[in-house]
């Protein structure tokens, strides 16, 4: 029976309203400002975890939430980006863990295309730093708004000041303090809330209970000077005033067109701070936006009619269950159980019969899921990282670039080769952990190209856990991969000897070079021929 109109509006009153409660955002820092524990005081504070230690325990005993490999908990860094959902204030929050470590960036690059916005860990004492950089630039080309906690504010820190103007200098984006810091290190006495007039006394001792801020009338009151003494009062009534005069003044609109980030100051091991950080986050982080499409499209996420694309692929996660997860972002409409969906790219229908909410190791099935959410399809055949899945209309979000490979190793199995073996390489390529090449000529062991050497590490302990294969990686000079694309690959004029010519997993032609210098020699000897870097 078709629905009535009843139906409908009541249909599209509940898409608004899940809509509109919906934050999805993911959390960027510089290895050891703090990014896992301020996840963890998050997750505390809105109760969906019990026990601090919970997301990840000491550097020499990791039990993760968020990192589900061993390898992870061993070497203390977090590679497999996670979705972590919690209800907080009404609001249905969604944290995509982005793996910190450089080498990881293009599954850093993928998960920032599935959220809504960022919170961007400061270390106090270092300000912006290298990696901090980098994964700003992505957020930059995505446009998503930034928030930024500056943490470890118990310990020695910079100048609030130089820290705004270096976020401004390095990060190009205008800084507006939202509390300011009375004191640092041992002196850190507490954060004024520039916007609430309130102080938030910094407790030292472990009492149990959070306290309360304390109103007060104005930086220049005398209960402020009785909370944190003359001379931090001192120190305060001038920053108010600097701020006040020559300061960035917090402006919502600018945040959300990511023109200006809005400054927190805290420590997220002591739990300070993170309770107001995480309110704002709640009233300032946009809900899900509308995503352009293929064909000049905007897909609104009230549209009536599911559309997702797929971030990342994750095979085992849990021992217990060996299968495959592609995570898929909803974008528009509802996502509800046994849907038929299409996914765009092989224009083939597909039940979505086992579509799972995970949190860390554990999953639990989803009757339904609405724009903003990320679950995670189980077993999901031929998908790969990029498509698109719909229902009703057709719809096809652009493709996910793919980061050209900088280092490049062969596998060789210690047995020999087998079918096992070659499926593996390609499970895991599929996953986008790395690009995977078939020689043309001599061995035809495959060779893997990756971004970073952890990869490496990475490929060969996971072939040996989830697979049972041992294999050994023989890294190799070269350090560019190119598409030749021409009608007639064997016609291409590879002039020097270090230039291997290979095919992808698709059949494609691709040839490895050795330097920059043989691969700009070589398309000079080809004028004809296209040198694509990632297709
Ligand atoms: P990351 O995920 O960004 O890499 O950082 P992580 O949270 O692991 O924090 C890095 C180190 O900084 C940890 O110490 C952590 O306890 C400490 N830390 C985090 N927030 C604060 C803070 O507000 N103040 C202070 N003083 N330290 C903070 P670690 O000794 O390297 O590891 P662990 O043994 O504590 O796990």
């Not at 930059?140 to 976020?167: C, M, S, W, Y």
């Not at 944190?228 to 020559?246: K, M, N, S």
């Not at 309770?275 to 499409?293: D, G, H, I, K, N």
Request: aromatic share 8%.
């Amino acid at each position: 029976m078709a629905p009535s109109f009843d139906d409908a509006t009541a249909a599209s009153d509940t898409l608004g309203r899940e809509i509109a409660r919906r934050r999805t955002f993911a959390i960027i820092s510089h290895p050891d400002a703090g990014k896992t524990t301020l996840t963890e005081k998050l997750l505390l504070y809105a109760g969906a975890i019990e026990l601090a230690g919970a997301v990840r325990g000491s550097k020499t005993q990791r039990h993760a939430v968020s990192d589900f490999m061993e390898m992870e908990q061993q070497r203390g860094i977090s590679i497999s980006a996670s979705a972590l959902e919690f209800e907080l204030h009404g609001h249905h929050v969604t944290l995509l863990d982005t793996p910190g470590h450089q080498d990881f960036s293009e599954d850093t690059f993928r998960t920032l295309l599935a959220v809504d916005s960022v919170v961007m860990v400061l270390d106090a004492a270092k300000g912006v730093e290298p990696q901090t950089l980098k994964l700003f630039d992505v957020c930059r080309q995505h446009g998503l708004p930034v928030l930024t906690f500056i943490n470890k504010l118990d310990q020695p820190a910079r100048d609030p000041f130089e820290l705004l103007d270096q976020i401004e200098k390095v990060l190009g984006i205008a800084a507006a303090p939202r509390n300011w810091p009375l004191g640092d290190g041992p002196d850190f006495k507490g954060v004024y809330d520039l916007d609430a007039n309130s102080v938030l006394l910094y407790e030292r001792r472990k009492t149990g209970r959070r306290m309360e801020p304390l109103l007060v009338a104005a930086p220049d009151s005398q209960e402020v000077t009785g909370l944190v003494g003359e001379r931090r009062q001192q120190a305060l009534i001038e920053a108010v005033d600097i701020i006040a005069g020559a300061g960035t003044r917090f402006d919502r609109e600018q945040y959300r067109l990511a023109k200006q980030t809005p400054v927190f100051f805290g420590s997220a091991l002591n739990d300070f701070g993170v309770e107001p950080f995480l309110e704002a986050l709640l009233s300032l982080a946009p809900s899900p936006a509308p995503r352009p499409a293929e064909g000049d499209v905007l897909v609104e996420p009230d549209d009536p009619d599911f559309s997702g694309f797929i971030f990342k692929i994750q095979a085992n996660m849990n021992p217990r269950h060996r299968d495959r997860v592609a995570f898929v972002r909803v974008c528009s409409g509802r996502l509800a159980k046994d849907m038929l969906v299409t996914n765009a790219r092989l224009d083939t229908p597909l039940r979505l019969s086992r579509v799972y909410r995970f949190f860390g190791r554990d999953r639990e099935t989803v009757p339904e899921a609405y724009p903003g959410d990320v679950v995670g399809v189980v077993n999901p055949g031929r998908m790969a990282i990029g498509d698109t899945l719909y229902a009703g209309k057709a719809v096809r979000f652009p493709p996910i670039q793919q980061f050209p490979a900088e280092q490049f190793a062969m596998l060789r199995p210690g047995e020999l080769r087998h079918k096992r073996f070659d499926e593996a390489v390609l499970q895991l390529s599929e996953e986008g952990l790395l690009q995977v090449f078939m020689p043309i000529h001599g061995v035809r062991n495959p060779i893997v190209g990756v971004i970073g050497q952890l990869q490496f590490d990475v490929i060969q302990a996971r072939l040996q856990a989830e697979y049972g294969i041992q294999c050994t990686v023989d890294r190799m000079a070269h350090v560019a991969a190119r598409w030749i694309i021409t009608e007639d690959p064997s016609s291409v004029q590879t002039p020097m000897s270090g230039v291997l010519q290979c095919t992808d997993r698709l059949g494609r032609p691709v040839l490895l070079f050795q330097s920059n210098w043989e691969l700009r020699f070589t398309m000079d000897k080809n004028p004809t021929v296209e040198f694509r870097e990632s297709m």
